[in-house]
């Protein structure tokens, strides 16, 4: 752990407060009339979800939590847990599916992962940043449509339902945003 200062708080960061491990997701710096600067943050719990909008004041001193990342295949699902093999070493373990969140449906057989520990303890699991997806089904291209017009709904092959521009059709292949589950473009071949 080290100590930093409010101002260099960044969206992403692991902070200890309050006994507890936060991961930054929004930060906004405010300069008000009166009183002096401050940080607002919005923090979630990494162990049970909850969120936390907290004030530190910018020469405030907060603990900034270092988490040893180590890459990972994904082999397969075993109830709730995922089974996975370290890259290095080949040992498997297995880790409780709710750690990736509404991502998991993602995972393919022998993915690369990166897993984030604490004091040997998994806290998050971050997928690819894209992934190439198979559309399985969406309504037809409408001749004169362009693709300024609005993106229509899809459901990919593993039925997750995304919103995809008018010129895609059923059976293209496509890539995502795996964090916002969002379409980025077409697949090139």
């Known amino acids: ?7 260099s708080i960044r969206v992403g960061d692991v902070l200890e407060y309050n006994g507890k491990l936060w991961v930054v997701q929004k ?3 405010t300069q008000p009339g009166k009183g002096g600067a401050y ?3 919005e923090m979630k719990d990494m162990i049970n979800g909850t969120k936390l909008n907290n004030r530190f004041r910018s020469n405030e001193n907060i603990e900034k939590v270092r988490l040893d990342q180590k890459k990972f295949q ?3 699902m075993e109830g709730d847990n995922l089974a996975l093999m370290d890259n290095e070493s080949y040992e498997q373990i297995y880790i409780d599916k709710e750690i990736v969140g509404e991502q998991v449906v993602f995972l393919q057989d022998g993915m690369e992962v990166n897993v ?3 004091e040997d303890k998994p806290l998050t699991i971050s997928l690819p940043e894209t ?7 969406c309504e037809p291209v409408v001749k004169g449509q362009t693709a300024a017009s609005s993106y229509k709904p899809a459901i990919l092959e593993n039925g997750v339902r995304i919103m995809v521009p008018p ?4 059976g293209e ?7 916002e589950i969002e379409y980025l473009e077409r697949a090139k071949d």
């Open 1 to 7: 752990m080290m100590k930093i200062d409010a101002n």
């Open 27 to 29: 930060t906004m710096h």
């Open 39 to 41: 940080m607002q943050v």
């Open 74 to 76: 994904f082999l397969y």
């Open 116 to 118: 984030e520990f604490y």
């Open 131 to 137: 992934l190439v997806v198979t559309v399985k089904e």
């Open 167 to 170: 010129f895609i059709s059923m």
């Open 173 to 179: 292949k496509i890539v995502i945003k795996t964090a």
